[in-house]
């Protein structure tokens, strides 16, 4: 099994894995945000839910960081690899010929999702991590009702901050185009099933970053 792993093909399907675990999260983090702009209440309820369940908070959230950090590590990896065979192979890279712009870019297109991934751990879950487990206040509570939309709120009052958040939006839109395609392959997706497949990814690819989009500039112009 180490030795499949260790092939180039192991590589592409462990990336692949990873991706499909990330796409799963991002569709279900999308749900829940998208409640924000529907119902505070119900936004606070869930988000209670969610940071305060010990399957969520102790095997769901370490296994997710896991594959965020193991989906960074490969990529660079196999951009490394990449590089080297490209110098020597005749399979060479011939820019635009052969290849689109977003297939080229998938490191770059990762690497600004992980400092965006910085940014918003600096948001969002390093305070979150303060008050549970350094204060130890697990009641969700501020002034008498639950303290999660008004602390999501509170994030989009600076024009450089959602700014910040949008540019990173359409670079997840930019890598999961090629990435959401691509991962389908590693894993032996057939020539007959392409087209669905590329339709499907296309669709979220873009709703989702999209819709992302709309949550945050949301919250920008509405806030109380
Ligand atoms: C408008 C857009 C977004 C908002 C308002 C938002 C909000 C949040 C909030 C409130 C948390 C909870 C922190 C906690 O309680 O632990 C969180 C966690 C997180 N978000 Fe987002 N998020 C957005 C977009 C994204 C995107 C696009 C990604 C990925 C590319 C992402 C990745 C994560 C990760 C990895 C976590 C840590 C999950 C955990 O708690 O273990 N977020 N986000």
Do not use: C
């Amino acid at each position: 099994m180490s030795g499949f792993f260790k092939s180039s093909i192991g590589r592409k399907v462990a990336m692949a894995l990873s991706a499909f675990f990330l796409m799963f999260f991002l569709l279900q983090h999308f749900a829940i945000n998208s409640l924000s702009v529907f119902s505070a209440d119900l936004f606070n309820e869930v988000s209670h839910f969610m940071g305060t369940n010990w399957l969520i908070q102790f095997v769901m959230q370490p296994i997710l960081i896991l594959g965020v950090v193991f989906h960074f590590v490969m990529g660079f990896i196999l951009e490394l690899k990449n590089k080297k065979a490209n110098g020597v192979s005749y399979a060479k890279n011939n820019g635009a010929a052969n290849s689109s712009w977003m297939s080229r870019n998938m490191i770059w297109s990762g690497v600004a999702i992980l400092a965006f991934i910085i940014l918003h751990f600096i948001d969002f879950w390093f305070p979150e991590i303060n008050t549970k487990f350094i204060q130890g206040d697990w009641s969700g509570m501020h002034d008498g009702e639950l303290r999660y939309f008004h602390e999501l709120q509170h994030k989009f009052l600076s024009p450089i901050r959602v700014g910040a958040y949008v540019l990173a939006f359409i670079f997840l839109a930019l890598h999961l185009l090629h990435g959401f395609t691509s991962a389908f392959q590693s894993m032996g997706a057939t020539a007959g099933r392409k087209k669905t497949l590329q339709t499907i990814g296309k669709a979220y690819s873009i709703i989702i970053p999209f819709g992302f989009i709309i949550i945050a500039v949301y919250h920008h112009l509405n806030h109380h």
